[in-house]
């Protein structure tokens, strides 16, 4: 392949990772990371690009000569800028608009897999206008707990688990009622309460075939033994105890296939990630959620592990040739990633905090940035709630667990905060 330049939209550890794993293609030309942290500025240029403003987008694209734009969150994606690109003959690795509704809009990813008989859990759905009939059905409910969430795009907020009527109402007040959920909640979907373990599968997917990359396990609260509030996600490992080759054959099988088949049936080819939020129930795997690209921290524990170009995988994925690549992942080691903090995190935290005592690289241990920034003395400063991710790579769970920890020991800034339990769920399955 000839050298190409990138332009990764983006600047949390997630996109640290993709410019870490962009940055080592055979194929890379220059690199270009927009708005990117402190850590990308080692790997490419950070550039300053309003994102949101496509045209602007589309003009550095055609100066710098840019043949693959990587998007690394959601909103851009919902936002359509794989579309306006795609419009302009230009390459972007990613969903459309409309296919990135699986993530940005429930009510949409539940109906398209109740159509096509897609394992999730039972729901019914009610407009704004409707919500007097969604408090008649949360009177009329006896199975509980109930799970009430807001369709569109909410940050992670708009999801809440009722134990009894009481707790559904006011969960319906709120989603009515709370400023930052208005768009979001247009319409609610109440779901059915899914018992097991929660796992994430990510799969590539190029609009007619896809390929699980790997599995990860998320640790979305913010206190050990999964206590607190909800967070971006607060460490994760891979792959799992949870799911072995065969179990991810059929997942693929029973979930991703029909979902790509689905979509295309719909006239809506699904390219890029398909980040498959799954519980494992007695009845099997069923679908929590579908996100359209990859998870934060997720995706620090998948790049390091990919023995692929990524860039090979990526245009693959833009121009339908999965069935042509080979992708492969290491099999061979576990890898850990503890998110550091800022002390106060979901909620208001400070900033500005100094960072000490970062380990150098190696080839089984990686700090990815998220929010830090350099301050006006060039100093290394907390400039986020999830500060630093810490990412080690060994032959077994414990070892990449234990090396992770030992790394953090050196670190250091002012209410540094971290889970002491990531991957202890894994180890019990050992
Ligand atoms: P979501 O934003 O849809 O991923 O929901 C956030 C979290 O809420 C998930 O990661 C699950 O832990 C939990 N959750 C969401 N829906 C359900 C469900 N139907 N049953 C059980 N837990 C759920
Ligand atoms: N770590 C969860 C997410 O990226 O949605």
Redesign the pocket.
Known sequence: MESINVLLIGSGG?EHALAWSLRKSPSIGKLFIAPGNPGTEFLGNNVDLDIRNHDAVLEFVEGNDIGLTVVGP?QPLVDGIVDFLDAHDKVAFGPTADAARLEGSKSFAKEIMEKYNVPTGSFKLFDRHEWSAAEAYIEENESWPMVLKADGLAA?KGVFISKDKEEAKKALEFLQNDPALSAASYRLVIEEFLEGEEV?VFAICDGDTATILMDAQ?H?RIGDGDTGLNT??MG?YAPTPVLDADSLENIRQRIILPMVNAMAEEGIPYKGIL?C?LMMTAQGPKVIEF?C???????QVIMPALETDIIEIMMASVHGKLDYIDIKVDSESFYTCVVLSSEGYPRSYEKGKVIGGIPADSDSLYVFHAGTKKDDDGKLVTNGGRVLNVVSKAATLNDSIQKAYDAISSISFDGMYFRKDIGAKGLKRF
């Not at 690209?293 to 995706?299: A, L, V, Y």
């Open positions: 997630r959601e992670g994430s998320d979305k971006g996600g994760a980040y939020g996100n690209r990859f998870g934060d921290p997720e995706c």
